[in-house]
C-alpha cells in the first residue's frame, strides 16, 4: 500500500498572538521566473472549470483574462500549454492526485485544487524539469492566503509524484480523459468501441491543416508537410507561428481544418453562381468559395467577427459583400443558387483543438444549441433558389445537432430532399460517408502514419436540393 501524504487538518484555531508580529515585505512576483505564468494558468484553469468560461476568449491578446495579457509572448505559449494540457487530462491528473492525498482536500479550497493540477500537469506531460514546477507551486501556495498553510503539502504531494511519475501515468492509463457525460453521450451514439477511440483521440493536439488556393503539392514540399485525400494540406508538427510561414504574407493559403473544408467541397463547380455564407467568421469557407469563382456575400451577427472576417479576405486578395446581421432578420428580398450554413453548436467534435469545450459546455447545451440551428436552418431554407442547394453543417459530434435536427425540418419541407454523397467520389474519406450520404467526421478518422498527423475535427455537413 503507497503511503499517503498529509496535509493539515481543518479543525481548531491557531492562538492568538498577544504582540502582532511585523508582516514581512512579499516580493514582486518578477524575482521568481516562470511564477506569474504559473499563476496565470491556475487561474484561467479555475475560469475555465468553476465558471464555465471560454478558453479562447480568456487568451484573446486583447481583451482576455489580465494575468494573461500582462504576460510576454513566450509566458503565454508556456500558459496555454500548461492550461490545455491539464484540461486535455484533467480525468487522469485528478486520479493520481486523489491517490496521493491523504483526504480529500477541503470543499472551498478550488484555488489550492488548481494549482495542484496544473502543477501536475507540468511534472507529468510537459517538458519541464520537476524541480521548477514543484518549487514554483510551493511558492504559489506561499503567496495565496487561502493555500499558504497547505505549502508543505504541496511540496511533498508534487516531490512524490514525480518521482513515481511513469507509475502512475501507466496506473490511470485506462480511465478515459473525457467527463463522464461525455463519455456517455459517444458510447450511446458510436458504441462503446468507437466511443474509447475518440476519447483516445482527443489526448493528442490536432494538426495545423491549410486550404492553399493553387498548387497543394507545391505548398506541401515548401512548407514541409503533406497533402490529405481531399487537397488540404497538412503541416507536420513545428516550433513558431503560421503567420511567419511562407505564403501568409501573401496570401496563398489560410488555417482551416481538414474537416472544416469538406461543406464547400460538397457544393462542387460553384464558378459563376450566387452564394451566401450565413455565419461567416472567420472566413475559411467564404475564402473557399471566393477561390472557386463563386460571387459571394458573407453574413455575419458580430461587428467584431466581420471586422476579422474582412481583414482575413484582404489578406488572401478576395472581396466578398460583408452584411452585418443577425441570421434570422438577414432578408434580402431575392435568393441564392448556394446557402451554406456552418452553424452555432457545442464544439464537441473540436476538442483537440479546444478541450475546454468538455468542461463548459454539457447535454443542456447540446439540447438549446439543436433548437437554435433548427430555427436558423428552418429560415436558411427560405433563401434557396429552386433547383438551388444549401450545406449545413456544424462541428459537433452529437446526432441531436445534426442528423435528429435535419430530419426533423425536412419532414416539414417536401420541397426539399437530400442530394447523397457518393463513397466512389471521395476517396480515402469513404468511412465518413454515412449511410444517408452525409459526412460525419470524428477524430478518430483519417489514420496516418504519425498520430500528430492523422484524425479529422468532428464535423457533420449534409446537402439538401431544393425541388
Not at 513515481?164 to 480523459?177: F, G, V, Y
Not at 459517444?186 to 489526448?203: D, F, H, K
Not at 476517396?427 to 449511410?435: D, K, R, T, V, Y
Not at 460525419?440 to 464535423?459: E, I, N
Amino acid at each position: 500500500m503507497k503511503e499517503k501524504t498529509k496535509h493539515p487538518g481543518q479543525k481548531g484555531r491557531p492562538a492568538p498572538h498577544r504582540q502582532k508580529a511585523k508582516q514581512p515585505v512579499e516580493p514582486s512576483h518578477a524575482d521568481k521566473p516562470g511564477l506569474e505564468a504559473r499563476m496565470a494558468a491556475a487561474k484561467m484553469l479555475a475560469a475555465v472549470v468553476d465558471k464555465k468560461v471560454s478558453l479562447d476568449g480568456l487568451m484573446d491578446g486583447e481583451h482576455g483574462n489580465p494575468a494573461y495579457t500582462a504576460l510576454s509572448e513566450a509566458d503565454r505559449g508556456l500558459v496555454r500549454a500548461i492550461v490545455t494540457t491539464s484540461l486535455r487530462f484533467l480525468p487522469r491528473i485528478e486520479a493520481m492526485l486523489n491517490g496521493l492525498l491523504d483526504a480529500p482536500l477541503p470543499a472551498g479550497a478550488r484555488s489550492l485544487y488548481h494549482l495542484l493540477v496544473t502543477a501536475a500537469a507540468q511534472i507529468l506531460y510537459l517538458d519541464v524539469p520537476d524541480h521548477s514546477a514543484v518549487d514554483l507551486a510551493v511558492e504559489q501556495a506561499n503567496r495565496d492566503p487561502r493555500s499558504r498553510r497547505f505549502a508543505g503539502m504541496v511540496n511533498a504531494v508534487l516531490r512524490r509524484m514525480g518521482r513515481e511519475k511513469q507509475a502512475l501515468i501507466e496506473d490511470t492509463r485506462s480511465l478515459p480523459c473525457v467527463p463522464d457525460w461525455f463519455l456517455n453521450r459517444l458510447t450511446a451514439v458510436y458504441g462503446a468501441e468507437e466511443a474509447r477511440r475518440i476519447a483516445e483521440a482527443q489526448m493528442l493536439p490536432a494538426a495545423i491543416d491549410l486550404t492553399v488556393k493553387s498548387d497543394a503539392g507545391g505548398w506541401a514540399e515548401k512548407l514541409g508537410g503533406h497533402v490529405l485525400p481531399h487537397g488540404s494540406l497538412r503541416l507536420a508538427a513545428f516550433e513558431g507561428s503560421v503567420t511567419a510561414l511562407p505564403g501568409y504574407e501573401n496570401g496563398a493559403w489560410w488555417v482551416q481544418d481538414a474537416a472544416a473544408a469538406l461543406p464547400v467541397l460538397m457544393f462542387g463547380e460553384v464558378a459563376g453562381k450566387t452564394a451566401v455564407d450565413l455565419c461567416a467568421a472567420p472566413g475559411g469557407k467564404t475564402a473557399q468559395l471566393l477561390a472557386k469563382g463563386a460571387k459571394v456575400t458573407a453574413v455575419e451577427q458580430s461587428a467584431n467577427r466581420l471586422k476579422r472576417l474582412k481583414g482575413n479576405l484582404d489578406r488572401l486578395g478576395f472581396e466578398a459583400e460583408l452584411v452585418h446581421s443577425d441570421l434570422l432578420n438577414f432578408n434580402p428580398g431575392h435568393g441564392f443558387d448556394l446557402v451554406l450554413l456552418d452553424a452555432p453548436c457545442s464544439s464537441t467534435g473540436t476538442t483537440r483543438r479546444h478541450p475546454d469545450v468538455l468542461f463548459t459546455k454539457g447535454p443542456a447545451d447540446i439540447e438549446k444549441l439543436a433548437t437554435v440551428q433548427e430555427k436558423l436552418l428552418r429560415h436558411a431554407l427560405t433563401l434557396v433558389n429552386p433547383g438551388g442547394r444549401l450545406v449545413f453543417s456544424n462541428c459537433s459530434l452529437d446526432p441531436k445537432e445534426g442528423e435528429e435536427m435535419v430530419a426533423r425540418v425536412l419532414a416539414d419541407h417536401p420541397d426539399f430532399q437530400r442530394l447523397p454523397l457518393d463513397r466512389q467520389e471521395w476517396p480515402g474519406l469513404e468511412q465518413a460517408i454515412s449511410s444517408e450520404g452525409e459526412f460525419r467526421t470524428t477524430p478518430a478518422m483519417l489514420s496516418l502514419p504519425h498520430p500528430y498527423s492523422s484524425g479529422l475535427d468532428g464535423f457533420y455537413a449534409c446537402q439538401l436540393l431544393k425541388i
